[in-house]
């Protein structure tokens, strides 16, 4: 089981538990708190950093676009995905332009497991991508010579690509330090 922890935005108690039932029966070990309005959902993310958000897009007294803006204000790297039954295509466009990751429509539950496991993962990439990017600023690869490869951006955008997940940046740069180390004739010994 893949424990997560989740922010639901949802004024149906029961269409929150039924997506919750859905991705435990799909794996997930579910932490979660269900908000309604916009003082719940600011205070379900003070109260914790959620791995994800999932939102309704009409809720009496409140929007998932409103839940979308305030969300990108306070957990910014916090994939939100909109659970609705009435998002037409140009809705669902506009939340994504807006920084939505994904939608699920209610009538087709079966996706929202899919689509929470791809944003966990893209997630785990762009934080990883983020922490690599931290490093060559600090300039702790640059002696390496890290930061001049022409490869370097190649291969993690190829590999995370094709494997979208955490490891993919951890396996670029152990194909990078081989390949430096080759290029400069000093063969490295690391497993």
Known sequence: MHPVRLIVVEDMPMEAEIAIRQLESGGFTCS?????SESALRAALADARP??????????????ISALEISCEVAPDTPFIFLSGTLGEERAIDAL???AYDYVLKTNMARIVPAVRRALNDSAIRRARIALEQQL???????????????????????????????????AMLMFEKWHAHAHGNPTHRH
């Open 32 to 36: 979660w708190q269900r908000g309604d």
């Open 51 to 64: 791995d994800i958000i999932l939102s309704d897009f009409t809720l009496p007294g409140f929007d998932g």
């Open 97 to 99: 332009q807006r920084g």
């Open 137 to 171: 600023r600090d300039g702790y690869l640059a002696q390496s010579g890290f930061m001049h490869a022409p490869t370097v951006q190649r291969l993690l955008n190829e590999h995370a690509t094709n494997r979208r997940n955490h490891e993919s940046i951890l396996w």
